[in-house]
């Protein structure tokens, strides 16, 4: 299957994912990535405003706060096709920009290097056991990816995972994926 195909099958499946089950799978998404190594070793993360269908990484935030975690969210630039992060510690520092994404107000907020990222949780549709993923088609993710000398851990269901993903060559996989049922 292409990947168009394979990533409107998992959005379509992500969109009917009832609430409770949704919120379950969440939930222990979280407690395995508050348990693994990557997160406890990290000072700073960088991670998504998640919407829609996408896992909840609200609660993930505020355990980075709790636990005194700088945290780092992207900003889109959609002209050059690349992403920057920039210093997240309030949600008024968001505005709502294209496809309703929420973003950092870059005149707000600090811009950082992505060497300042200690751990990158990078979003995802469809994953397989060698860090391969499917996105939601930018590229945004890779092009960042090239050169990120830190980890990175994605979230993904157990349905999620397929044997292998069609890869391009530019391509990155993630260092690591944690399911609902442990981590890979």
């Known amino acids: ?45 960088g991670i998504t405003i998640s919407q829609g269908m996408e896992w909840n990484t609200q609660p993930i935030i505020e355990k980075a706060w709790e636990q005194e975690k700088v945290v780092y969210v992207p900003k889109c630039l959609p002209k050059e096709k690349k992403l920057v992060f920039y ?55 890779d092009r960042f990816l090239t050169d990120f000398p830190n980890q990175t851990i994605s979230l993904a269901a157990a349905f999620q995972l397929i044997n292998q993903v069609p890869k391009e060559v530019y391509d990155i996989p993630v260092e690591q994926i944690i399911t609902e049922k442990t981590s890979q």
């Open 1 to 45: 299957m292409q990947k168009s195909e394979l990533r409107k099958e998992m959005i379509s499946k992500l969109e009917n994912l009832a609430v409770e089950k949704k919120q379950e799978i969440e939930a222990q998404l979280a407690e395995n990535l508050f348990q693994s190594e990557a997160w406890q070793g990290a000072k700073s993360i």
């Open 87 to 141: 210093r997240f510690q309030s949600y008024d520092e968001l505005e709502i920009v294209y496809y309703n994404l929420q973003e950092p107000k870059a005149n707000e907020t600090l811009r950082v290097e992505k060497e300042q990222i200690d751990l990158l949780l990078v979003p995802g549709l469809i994953f397989d056991e060698r860090g391969y993923r499917i996105g939601f088609g930018g590229g945004y993710y």
